[in-house]
């Protein structure tokens, strides 16, 4: 499990570890990039280091050339389709904290399917759904019977909800959900537990371990990702470099992706948040990209439009669109949303955008046939 | 190198990462003498050559067996079965539990049989044998005997006693690259710069017999290649830093010039 090596170095020493890295350094990691290879952890955490920013054109080119060889001209595209607001965590960052008196909502089945028709008609065949943490609304038995309702619209299912145990997971795989997204939100633990107030998030461990479980279940997709603003930086790209890396050897039938998404603003009174710059967050995504060349980049409408068209494709391999963060949201409804987005455009104006940059936007790229066995096979 | 760049197999901890196989030498004298130039810890015997029940097997008796570890292998085996039941007998009569499994049904190259190698790995991994497989450069074999429990993987260089080095190379760099067990490249190296190259490429271990055996100095060939592997081991942990300067100053940034503004106004507030 990832806590084992997670408990050999502490958040502090992981973040000493990128900041005392070195030109030197740095430039040994280039030597490697340019040479045509994949940088090792070392000389990832070199890069993640400020003074990498001297390079970061350079960065951006070796960048490009993997994103382009590993996946060609395409954007894969999804949306989020948010199935309930309830939650029993208090996250004092998130909107949907069981602290906050907003209205809450759950989507009954044919609530579900009036949103599954909206994001298919606008040819979404990728669909990732997501709950608050509340196990007892949304409870396996929901999930279940919302993705029987989902298979009938989109070949790819992926969740990001609380974390389950190894068992729950393979009754989500054997209905047909493909892939599983876990944010570790921060890997610090003190920040995590000043954070996380209560509720089942509040176990930083459970949820550390939560991609292994889902690794050791079977999905074919797991998601990372730290939440950027709420702890130091360093630490956090030290331990999601190191947690993506550990994923992808240990589950090799397995694809491991990456979000890196940054703060943005939500129902609630949380002003803390760690102010990461366009520039720092584009030298650890390229750093990412330089390390983990064949994991997929995700990016969400958080970001501005600006950054997406600039991004996209270099490394980012995977975007949502169009995409609203309420349950219920994009058949019409309350508003109830998690956070606040910055791109806002249609997909129509989105995949056009793609389009002139020479990128193909794929709206499906897996298919139920892997999972379902015609009646003539069995 | 220091205490903590040891090579660590199923628990047991190895200063030298050159391995030494016991065949083709002209003696048993050459062979002792190989042994003690290359400084190796491991020694690979094939169980068909040697007598387990004899104190006075002319290869058992160069083997040191305080300081070396004695690793039997199963080659002549040509499935499965025929593997596992050497493993056992060799467990039987004091070979301890550590076997290199190899199961060669083609007489001429003595290529490994991926299936049956991964059949017997699983079976003898469940008998509590520390299991360190023979195989073809294949990347997703690795993965699988990996999962069944290997203590490491022994993919070739190239087919056994040919000499040719690594042509293998790019199955190699995934199965390293991949690996969460020892790799140890194993056959076919015929020059202490193929040792080198394959520690260079990343590999854990080197395991080298006909080279050595068949050379015309045995006991200053294995020398060679010790220096070889260590040389390799030392350029893989600590060259290139230094070496490299930028590819090209930015003058201009078409990649990057969109950063010169921040694209949110958010600065220190979410």
Redesign the interface.
Same mark, same amino acid.
């Given at each position: 499990m990832y806590t084992e090596l997670f408990d050999k170095i502490s958040f502090s020493e992981a973040k000493d570890r990128v900041l005392s890295k070195s030109k &030197?350094?740095i #430039?040994?990691a !280039? *030597?490697?990039s340019?040479s045509g290879k %994949?940088v090792n952890f070392e000389e990832y955490l070199s890069l993640l280091h400020p003074s990498a920013d001297?390079? !970061? #054109?350079?960065m951006?080119?070796y960048s !490009?050339g993997w994103t382009k060889k590993r996946f060609g001209n395409t954007i894969s595209l999804y949306m989020p389709m948010y199935l309930s607001n309830e939650c029993r965590s208090s996250c004092v960052?998130c909107g949907f904290s069981f602290e906050n008196k907003i209205p809450r909502k759950t989507l009954n089945r044919s609530e579900i399917q009036a949103e599954s028709e909206v994001l298919h008609s606008k040819g979404i065949r990728h669909v990732l759904i997501l709950t608050g943490e509340d196990y007892s609304i949304t409870n396996l038995e929901y999930l279940r019977s919302a993705v029987r309702i989902l298979k009938s619209y989109f070949d790819s299912i992926s969740i990001e909800i609380y974390p389950m145990d190894k068992e729950k997971y393979e009754v989500l795989i054997e209905e047909g959900v493909e892939g599983l997204v876990v944010y570790q939100e921060t890997y610090d633990p003190e920040t995590y537990s000043k954070y996380h107030l209560r509720g089942m998030k509040k176990n930083m461990r459970y949820r550390l371990d939560a991609p292994d479980r889902g690794g050791l279940a079977g999905f074919r997709r797991i998601g990372v990702g730290a939440l950027l /603003?709420l702890s130091d930086p360093y630490g956090e790209m030290f331990r999601l470099g190191e947690h993506a890396h550990y994923l992808s050897?240990?589950y090799?039938r397995t694809t491991v992706q990456i979000s890196l998404p940054r =703060?943005? +603003? %939500?129902e609630g009174e $949380?002003?803390k %948040?760690i102010?990461v710059?366009?520039?720092e967050y @584009?030298r650890f995504l390229f750093a990412l990209r330089l390390f983990l060349t064949d994991s997929g980049l995700v990016q969400s409408t958080r970001?501005?439009t600006? =950054?997406r068209n *600039?991004l996209a494709g =270099?490394p980012i391999t995977h975007m949502s669109v169009e995409s609203r963060t309420d349950p219920g949201g994009y058949s019409g409804g309350e508003e109830l949303k998690q956070f606040e987005i910055?791109d806002t455009r249609k997909i129509e104006e989105f995949t056009e955008m793609l389009k002139k940059k020479g990128l193909d936007p794929v709206f499906k790229d897996f298919d139920r046939a892997f999972f379902q066995v015609p009646d003539r096979m069995s | 190198m220091t205490e903590s760049d040891d090579l660590i197999i199923a628990g047991r901890r190895f200063k030298s990462r050159l391995f030494l196989g016991t065949g083709k030498f002209s003696s048993g004298a050459a062979l002792g003498q190989a042994i003690h130039s290359s400084e190796t810890e491991v020694v690979t015997v094939a169980l068909r050559r040697v007598d387990l029940n004899s104190g006075e097997d002319d290869i058992l008796t160069r083997i040191d067996r305080e300081r070396i570890l004695l690793l039997p292998n199963t080659s002549g085996a040509r499935d499965a079965e025929e593997a596992i039941r050497l493993a056992r007998l060799s467990r039987e009569l004091g070979g301890g539990d550590w076997v290199k499994l190899e199961v060669t049904p083609d007489p001429v190259y003595l290529l490994p049989d991926p299936i049956e190698t991964l059949k017997a790995a699983e079976i003898l991994v469940k008998e509590g044998f520390h299991v360190l497989p023979y195989i073809n450069a294949d990347p997703i074999l690795c993965?699988h005997l990996e999962e069944v429990g290997c203590a490491t993987v022994m993919p070739l260089g190239s087919p056994i006693g040919t000499n040719q080095g690594i042509r293998t190379l790019a199955n190699l760099e995934i199965i390293i690259?991949?690996?969460?067990i020892p790799v140890v490249v194993d056959a076919g190296l015929g020059l202490p710069s193929h040792a080198a190259q394959a520690m260079e490429l990343g590999a854990d271990a080197v395991l080298v017999n006909t080279a050595i055996a068949i050379a015309k100095d045995p006991a200053k060939t294995a020398y060679a290649f010790k220096l070889a592997t260590e040389a390799g081991r030392i350029s893989r942990l600590y060259s290139?830093? /230094?070496?490299?300067?930028?590819?090209?100053a930015?003058a201009?940034? +078409? &990649?990057?010039g $969109? !950063?010169e503004e921040?694209?949110?106004n @958010? *600065? /220190? @507030?979410?």
């Open positions: &030197l350094d #430039e040994s !280039l *030597h490697t340019h %994949a001297t390079y !970061l #054109e350079e951006a080119e !490009l960052y /603003g050897k240990k090799w =703060m943005r +603003p %939500a $949380f002003d %948040a102010y710059s366009d520039r @584009v970001e501005s600006q =950054m *600039h =270099m910055e | 993965k690259e991949q690996s969460n290139n830093s /230094g070496t490299s300067t930028s590819k090209k930015s201009s940034s +078409p &990649l990057t $969109f !950063l921040e694209s949110r @958010v *600065h /220190g @507030v979410i």
